[in-house]
């Protein structure tokens, strides 16, 4: 089973910027669909964006032109860089990585707040 951490959640003013890394235990994230979830309080857990093996990115409308997907393979590692982040951007951020069979593996989550 793939171990995946998350890290660099924190305190950000609106119009800030933050970048989130999802370390995985092994080489993962070239050859299957990873992803970068959220859960605001009191609300479902929401797709933010993916990143497919072959590179190609898709987003949320809600995020469109502001976050950026990524990944190093070298490092094992998927990043989510946030820019101009606002209030309701304020979650839970999860990462998620889907293998081909259906299965995925879900880190622990780190917390993003936006506030002044």
């Known amino acids: 089973q793939v171990q995946l951490v998350e890290s660099g959640g924190g305190l950000v003013q609106p119009g800030g910027s933050l970048r989130l890394s999802c370390a995985a235990s092994?080489?993962?994230?070239?050859?299957?669909?990873a992803g970068w979830y959220r859960q605001a309080p009191g609300k479902q857990r929401e797709w933010v964006a993916h990143?497919?093996?072959?590179?190609?990115?898709n987003y949320a409308d809600s995020v469109k032109g502001r976050f950026i997907i990524s990944r190093d393979n070298a490092k094992n590692t998927m990043y989510l860089q946030m820019n101009s982040l606002k209030s309701e951007d304020t979650a839970v951020y999860y990462c998620?990585?889907?293998?081909?069979?259906?299965?995925?593996?879900w880190g622990q989550g780190t917390q993003v707040t936006v506030s002044s």
């Open positions: 998620r990585v889907i293998f081909p069979e259906g299965s995925s593996s």
């Open positions: 092994t080489s993962i994230f070239g050859s299957n669909t």
């Open positions: 990143i497919f093996s072959g590179g190609f990115t």
